[in-house]
């Protein structure tokens, strides 16, 4: 099994999504029969059967053992990874593009950002997994919290600079062999555990408008 399966075919988002089958999903983090399942969610076992045959069609549910009981050959599922993602390639056209607007003060670049990241980082994932290596990667996950306004504007300057710094001095377009890496940086205010506000959209010129305080669109 899988930590992480990245799902990029329609068909597949499509039938992950159906309620009870997010619920099948999560119950076959540990493998189990049709059986085993409907008496565990309260489900009729026929129901359970048709919503097994349909995920197991797109990839993420198999066959994990038969057990022969009697006369009746019993069929153990599992799920085919521990948790899933839906790959914005699914929205095909739709989906977020980045090189539309690059805007660095832009709340919905970044999360366009954050979209390809995930669309091309799952298809490593898939790509590696079907050729069974690992992808090398790095991430970084920190928390800060800004006095003022001003404080994170000068944060945001100062990672901007080193960023830049770093990538001048390891970036070589002539290479012979090098590979190409994408390294992307992103801030934003950590969203309130209950009832969040959502953020103003504030469609102003960033470089000249007033901050208009924490939370909001195009503020740093």
Do not use: C
């Not at 409907?38 to 057990?67: D, P």
């Not at 690992?134 to 001003?150: H, L, P, T």
């Amino acid at each position: 099994m899988l930590d992480v399966a990245v799902i990029e075919e329609p068909a597949a988002a499509e039938a992950s999504l159906d309620p009870i089958r997010r619920r099948i999903l999560a119950a076959l983090a540990e493998p189990g029969s049709a059986a085993a399942l409907a008496a565990r969610l309260g489900l009729a076992r026929q129901k359970v059967n048709y919503h097994l045959k349909e995920l197991e069609r797109h990839g993420l549910v198999e066959l994990a053992e038969e057990r022969r009981k009697g006369n009746v050959t019993e069929r153990v599922y599992r799920a085919t990874a521990a948790s899933y993602v839906i790959s914005p390639a699914v929205l095909a056209a739709v989906s977020p593009d980045p090189t539309r607007s690059p805007d660095q003060l832009s709340a919905r670049w970044l999360l366009a950002l954050g979209s390809r990241l995930v669309q091309e980082v799952g298809t490593l994932l898939t790509g590696a997994a079907r050729a069974q290596r690992r992808v090398a990667s790095f991430g970084i996950d920190a928390e800060v919290r800004f006095a003022s306004a001003a404080d994170r504007t000068a944060f945001a300057d100062g990672l901007a600079e080193a960023v830049a710094t770093l990538v001048a001095r390891y970036h070589d377009e002539s290479a012979p062999g090098g590979r190409s890496h994408r390294v992307v940086v992103g801030l934003h205010q950590i969203p309130a555990a209950a009832a969040p506000v959502p953020d103003t959209d504030t469609e102003t010129d960033t470089e000249t408008a007033p901050d208009p305080g924490p939370g909001q669109e195009n503020v740093r």
